[in-house]
């Protein structure tokens, strides 16, 4: 997006349009799906790998029932599995789920600009309505967009172009600010610029999201610094 490498393109905002991602990539969640994800599969006498938790995380609630019940023969329906799913994260987004820091002054600063801010998630409108006390996404946001909105994951583009179009931005327009590779992906294809936002999260290969990105950050707080980081 930049020729001049040492420029930030995070801040001053070269993008007249943001849309983020929330889990792992605005606040740290990874730990509470990978206890919901052993209990599901655990409960059903199957063992939890990380390649089955990177991919529930991308599938989202509806797709990612849809995968266990055909990967695993579960005899389940889709909307017991979401419920199963949706009861368990609630419990957990109540009381454990924060920002990172820096993130909530970044989306702020955005804001000042009147730049609009979207947030495209996997995630359940019910476990986002759980945490508000907490993580008000519906306040820090324009528009939010759930996975089930749109039908299909982010191993898709649609969720990012219903992000821009809600907030009425051209794909060429928004950066997109994620945490996994498929997701990054699918937003360049949506013909979007786009951030890697590194995370404690060991499903995500660093070097992979880094290098398929426009640029990167370690920290929120690293949005706001005028220089780009190393």
């Known amino acids: 997006m930049h020729e001049d490498d040492s420029v930030n393109p995070l801040w001053p905002p070269s993008f007249s349009a943001a849309i983020f991602d929330f889990d792992d990539t605005l606040a740290l969640t990874h730990d509470l799906w990978?206890?919901?994800?052993?209990?599901?599969?655990?409960?059903?006498?199957?063992?939890?790998t990380p390649d089955v938790g990177r991919t529930l995380t991308m599938l989202g609630f509806a797709g990612g029932a849809r995968w266990c019940i055909e990967r695993y023969g579960l005899k389940d329906t889709v909307d017991e599995i979401c419920d199963e799913w949706n009861s368990m994260g609630r419990a957990l987004y109540a009381t454990q789920v924060h920002l990172r820091p820096g993130a909530r002054e970044y989306l702020a600063a955005l804001r000042s600009t009147g730049i609009p801010l979207a947030l495209a998630t996997t995630n359940d409108p019910d476990v986002l309505a759980a945490m508000r006390r907490n993580v008000d996404v519906y306040a820090l946001?324009?528009?939010?967009?759930c996975a089930k909105e749109v039908g299909c994951g982010k191993d898709?583009?649609?969720?990012?172009?219903e992000a821009a179009r809600r907030i009425s931005a051209k794909p060429e327009d928004?950066?997109?600010?994620?945490?996994?590779?498929?997701?990054?992906c699918s937003a360049k294809r949506a013909g979007m610029h786009t951030c890697a936002v590194l995370s404690n999260n060991p499903l995500q290969n660093e070097r992979e999201v880094v290098a398929a990105a426009d640029c990167?950050?370690?920290?929120?707080?690293?949005?706001?610094?005028?220089?780009?980081?190393?």
Do not use: N
């Not at 898709?156 to 172009?161: A, E, N, Q, S």
């Not at 928004?174 to 990054?184: A, H, K, P, S």
């Open 174 to 184: 928004c950066m997109v600010f994620e945490d996994l590779l498929q997701g990054i």
């Open 141 to 145: 946001f324009d528009t939010v967009v």
């Open 216 to 230: 990167s950050i370690a920290s929120w707080r690293d949005a706001l610094t005028d220089e780009r980081q190393p």
């Open 34 to 48: 990978k206890q919901v994800d052993i209990a599901f599969l655990r409960s059903r006498g199957i063992s939890y």
């Open 156 to 161: 898709h583009p649609d969720i990012y172009l």
